[in-house]
């Protein structure tokens, strides 16, 4: 197999082959080892072709620990491609510096800015602006050797506590200040999680301290799933782990601070139609 145009890194003492926007990967798809390794990384190769692009970023998934997820951005630079790790850590708490929310911008999905009592977009630049409440949670998370802030957005949030924040925005302050933190937010301290976290080139800016989370499973469910699965496996059949840590294939993050959450391109709002919707004044 030829690969071209690679960024070599030191890795936890091993060296890495970081893919860039100019790695192409040329082989016989024929070969048993070739096709095993399309299989790991979520891609497939062209039938007229046979190359592999990696622009999309290689999909392989590695369950990383907080100390390896901040030396994979120390070791590498914005030409980096995407990447997803699997991260399984303890919730210490909820960060109240930032709230717990923000208020959309319902047609372009950024964060509104305030000023004195009306909201304002300065992407859409228009007067007539309608936000939604949505959440913004940092969670300080431990996995027993260090500590992180992982950022989750209301899409995940929304699953994981089965409430929408504006419900429990005027639950918790009919002033809609936001700052008592609602009590499924302060449950979660204690529970363990496998958070799947995607670095982008957004992240390696030297301002950037937190990881966005893009899924949430709750580490006991993961366990019970696990269990059930193998014990449907017949025997002498080897089974593919999931979680399973691997020292090849590349990952991802993506990395925010203040007000740059909701401009680095949030999840999707789903159903926002069906959330009570703020009008500017």
Same mark, same amino acid.
Request: aromatic content about 8%; proline content about 4%; hydrophobic content about 35%.
């Given at each position: ?12 003492? !091993? ?23 399309? $299989? ?15 622009? /999309? ?10 100390? *390896? ?24 708490? &909820? ?14 999905? #950024? #964060? ?25 949670? *940092? ?7 260090? $500590? ?7 899409? *995940? ?5 089965? #409430?929408?924040?504006? &419900?429990?925005?005027?639950? %918790? ?18 529970? /363990? ?13 030297? !301002? ?19 269990? /059930? ?10 089974? *593919?782990?999931?979680?399973?840590? $691997? ?12 007000? %740059? ?21």
């Amino acid at each position: 197999m030829l690969v071209t145009t690679v960024n070599p890194k030191l890795f936890g003492g !091993n060296l890495y082959l970081n893919s860039t926007q100019g790695t192409r990967f040329f082989f016989d798809p024929k070969l048993p080892e070739i096709a095993e390794f399309l $299989s790991s990384v979520g891609a497939a190769s062209s039938p007229a072709f046979t190359c592999v692009d990696t622009l /999309e970023g290689i999909k392989r998934k590695e369950l990383v620990s907080i100390e *390896e997820l901040n030396a994979y951005i120390s070791n590498s630079d914005e030409q980096t491609q995407e990447a997803d790790f699997l991260c399984k850590a303890l919730v210490v708490g &909820v960060n109240q510096e930032n709230g717990w929310f923000f208020i959309s911008c319902t047609k372009c999905h #950024k #964060k509104l800015e305030r000023s004195g009592t009306s909201l304002s977009c300065s992407r859409c630049a228009t007067s007539d602006v309608t936000g939604v409440v949505m959440f913004l949670v *940092e969670l300080v998370v431990d996995d027993g050797k260090d $500590s992180a802030t992982f950022v989750v957005f209301d899409k *995940e949030m929304t699953k994981l506590t089965g #409430k929408e924040a504006v &419900v429990l925005a005027l639950d %918790e302050d009919p002033n809609g200040e936001g700052d008592e933190l609602p009590r499924c937010l302060e449950e979660l301290a204690g529970k /363990e999680f496998v958070f799947q976290i995607r670095v982008m080139p957004f992240n390696f800016t030297p !301002n950037h301290r937190t990881f966005t989370v893009s899924t949430i499973t709750e580490y006991n469910t993961l366990e019970t799933c696990g269990k /059930e699965h193998d014990d449907n496996i017949l025997p002498n059949r080897e089974a *593919e782990v999931t979680l399973a840590a $691997s020292s090849s294939g590349q990952s991802v993050l993506v990395n925010m601070t203040g007000v %740059e959450y909701a401009e680095a391109n949030p999840p999707e709002v789903e159903g926002a139609q069906k959330k009570r919707k703020l009008s500017s004044e």
